[in-house]
């Protein structure tokens, strides 16, 4: 596997490191080991699918508060996607920045989220599909969630929204659920 750090600390895009021949390709996609000499979370406890019909369609701005908190792996495994993180963090100094990235079935690239980030993507094709390997059990009671348009964050998203759940439509924005 190919770590590259984002400017966000502790978050990466994960590249696969391939082995081809003329059958194709083989490539590692997880590695606890090599996740610990990131500095990575190397827990998977879950394992998550995410189909998504139409293209335009938002899911987040989502994360786990403690005592719960949550990493994710997110991998698009069908179609693309713009995959989104926002460090809410609040001692970091990238505190509210976020960062953006395509995910596809061609590139095959991952996106590690660490604790404490607001996570969210935008289907860019019909059928996009999305894993994520998850390294904390869903809690409802530590749920928390932003508006995917919330002007603090100030995300440009490549297309408009077509379809939203009407929970992530009305999330709080962040100014006003910090207080």
Same mark, same amino acid.
């Given at each position: ?91 970091? +100094?990238?505190?509210?920045? @976020?960062?953006?990235?395509? %995910? $596809? /079935? ?6 590690? *989220? +660490?604790?404490?980030?607001? @996570?969210?993507?935008?289907? %860019? $094709? /019909? ?6 390997? *998850? ?45």
């Amino acid at each position: 596997m190919l770590f590259k750090e984002t400017h966000l600390k502790g978050a990466f895009v994960i590249d696969l490191e391939r082995r081809e021949d003329s059958r194709g390709f083989f490539a590692r996609m997880f590695c606890a080991n090599e996740f610990e000499q990131h500095g990575l979370k190397p827990t998977i406890v879950q394992g998550n699918l995410s189909f998504n019909h139409k293209a335009g369609t938002m899911r987040g701005m989502h994360m786990q508060l403690p005592p719960a908190p949550e990493t994710k792996l997110v991998r698009c495994t069908r179609g693309r996607i713009y995959d989104v993180i926002v460090d809410l963090r609040p001692d970091s +100094p990238t505190y509210l920045q @976020h960062f953006g990235i395509e %995910l $596809t /079935d061609d590139n095959r690239t991952a996106l590690y *989220v +660490p604790e404490m980030f607001a @996570h969210g993507y935008q289907a %860019l $094709t /019909d059928g996009a599909e999305v894993t994520y390997l *998850v390294g904390e059990f869903y809690t409802p009671g530590t749920e928390k969630g932003y508006r995917y348009n919330d002007p603090a964050f100030g995300i440009q998203w490549p297309i408009p929204v077509t379809v939203i759940s009407d929970k992530d439509a009305n999330w709080p924005l962040f100014e006003k659920a910090s207080k």
